[in-house]
């Protein structure tokens, strides 16, 4: 079976460094991704990590340790813009619609 | 490009009701997918099809009948509305060469069953 976990909600201040983690268990790993998804909209994909080590991308990161199941997505320079819902994702295998696993998602609120 | 879109964005039925969920895709993409968002659950797998005339069964198929004629359209049917249908329904597509995990979603329909 597949299990996700991160946290329900996180607060940060504007301007502040967050990380949001992610811990997995599956039954296979053909990679992990983020997506962000702001309150009534559709996720769009921040993301992508199949190997150890840290992706940087602007004032994204996003990290992956297969060994110990464990991702994180470190965004810095919070702004009031990045309060959204973050979705960590799981690919057992490739190929299938069927292997790519959301968890229920990180519920980001930046204050001024 | 229009992208993704749906229809409607807002949908109240009756149990019992039937219905069906509008999905198109303007981007020649191969792959397109249903899935249903509940508070606390995440995305889960309805359907999704690899192509015109193949369709196959995601995470939670039961209730729920598609088809794909076309390349760019993907209707998820309700055959019998329940209020455990009450969620909001995301359709998505994505290139064969970049496969699902990249998937560019539509807006969704928000459906409540009462």
């Known amino acids: 079976g597949q299990n996700i976990d991160q946290p329900t909600e996180m607060t940060a201040t504007e301007g502040a460094i967050v990380q949001i983690n992610c811990t997995y268990q599956t039954s296979g790993f053909n990679g992990l991704f983020w997506y962000q998804q702001h309150a009534g909209e559709a996720p769009t994909f921040l993301s992508y990590n199949v190997l150890d080590g840290l992706e940087e991308k602007g004032r994204f990161s996003s990290f992956l340790s297969r060994s110990k199941g464990y991702s994180y997505l470190l965004l810095k320079e919070l702004q009031m813009k990045d309060s959204a819902s973050y979705l960590c994702a799981v690919r057992a295998l490739p190929g299938s619609a069927r292997q790519l696993t959301f968890g229920s998602g990180t519920q980001l609120t930046v204050l001024p | 490009n229009a992208g993704v879109t749906q229809t409607p964005k807002f949908q109240v039925l009756k149990t019992g009701q039937s219905m069906t969920l509008q999905c198109a895709q303007d981007?020649?993409?191969?792959?397109m997918s249903w899935y249903r968002q509940d508070p606390g659950m995440g995305l889960r797998l309805i359907h999704y099809?690899?192509?015109?005339?193949?369709?196959d069964q995601g995470e939670v198929p039961n209730g729920y009948n598609v088809s794909r004629s076309t390349t760019e359209d993907f209707p998820l049917r309700l055959l019998s509305a329940a209020p455990s249908q009450t969620s909001v329904y995301f359709c998505?597509?994505?290139?064969?060469?970049?496969?699902?995990?990249?998937?560019?979603f539509g807006p969704g329909t928000r459906l409540l069953v009462l």
């Open positions: 998505a597509s994505s290139h064969l060469d970049q496969g699902w995990e990249t998937q560019y």
């Open positions: 099809s690899v192509g015109a005339g193949i369709t």
């Open positions: 981007m020649n993409h191969e792959y």
